[in-house]
């Protein structure tokens, strides 16, 4: 799928040491024949990685596994207390000082955690990767990455399949003459947010792609922000989940 979607046209891949597919990526991208740097490329480090011990060398089997020298972006999975923030920041940033991460950035934070990451940081906490759909209201850690310059990426846009259900968003696709799928697609770029989808299907690859070819007018755009009213939080596992905005 991977291979397929670069040859869709997608060029942003995102992936984490959890995932255990970064070996299976790296052979994607070298089967795509498309240059490394036409391509940007995500990874996270998870949690057990955290200690300073541990963090540089699962970085560097994140690349071995990738088949490259650096990433594009390196983030941080999940909060971790086990660790000190400071402590994390500081492996980061020791990460793209060395060139092994081109930009670096947080995921699953609240307000207080990428607040703080972005005071701690010599370099830029580029982005706060986070779920995001139209049943649930991230206007927080919005307005934080806002504040700091930084972007938000959206995992989850489809809420788990939940979006094709919902009939306002049918409606506003039938309207549109688009899917379902491309509207919720489109309403999170329009905003100015990454919006990370994934398919295991590929003749999904295209309509995905093909989500960025339309405009959604102020109407639609409104209505469907409407419905995080519902503030449905999909994704929370114990253990992990910080105390959420």
């Not at 996270?44 to 089997?61: G, H, I, M, P, Q």
């Not at 938000?152 to 788990?160: C, H, Q, R």
Request: with cysteine; net charge negative; proline share 3%.
């Amino acid at each position: 799928m991977v291979k397929a979607a670069l040859g869709a046209g997608f060029t942003h891949i995102d992936t984490a040491q959890i995932y255990d597919n970064e070996a299976a990526v790296g052979e994607a991208i070298r089967a795509s024949n498309i240059s490394r740097r036409d391509l940007f490329l995500t990874t996270k480090v998870w949690v057990d990685n955290y200690a300073e011990d541990r963090f540089e060398l699962s970085v560097d089997e994140s690349l071995r596994k990738l088949g490259t020298d650096h990433v594009d972006l390196l983030l941080l999975h999940w909060p971790n207390n086990a660790v000190s923030l400071e402590r994390q920041i500081a492996s980061l940033n020791a990460a793209q000082r060395s060139g092994k991460a081109r930009h670096i950035g947080v995921s699953n934070f609240t307000r207080d955690l990428f607040e703080r990451s972005v005071a701690l940081s010599a370099a830029p906490i580029v982005t706060n990767q986070v779920e995001l759909h139209p049943f649930i209201d991230q206007s927080i850690v919005r307005q934080a990455a806002a504040t700091a310059g930084a972007a938000i990426s959206a995992y989850y846009p489809m809420a788990d399949g939940k979006v094709f259900d919902d009939p306002v968003l049918s409606a506003i696709a039938a309207r549109n003459s688009r899917s379902v799928a491309q509207v919720v697609l489109c309403w999170t770029v329009q905003q100015g947010m990454v919006a990370l989808t994934k398919t295991a299907t590929e003749s999904r690859l295209a309509e995905n792609f093909a989500s960025m070819d339309f405009v959604l007018d102020d109407a639609d755009m409104a209505e469907i922000t409407a419905l995080n009213r519902r503030n449905e939080r999909l994704v929370s596992p114990p253990g992990l989940a910080p105390q959420w905005d």
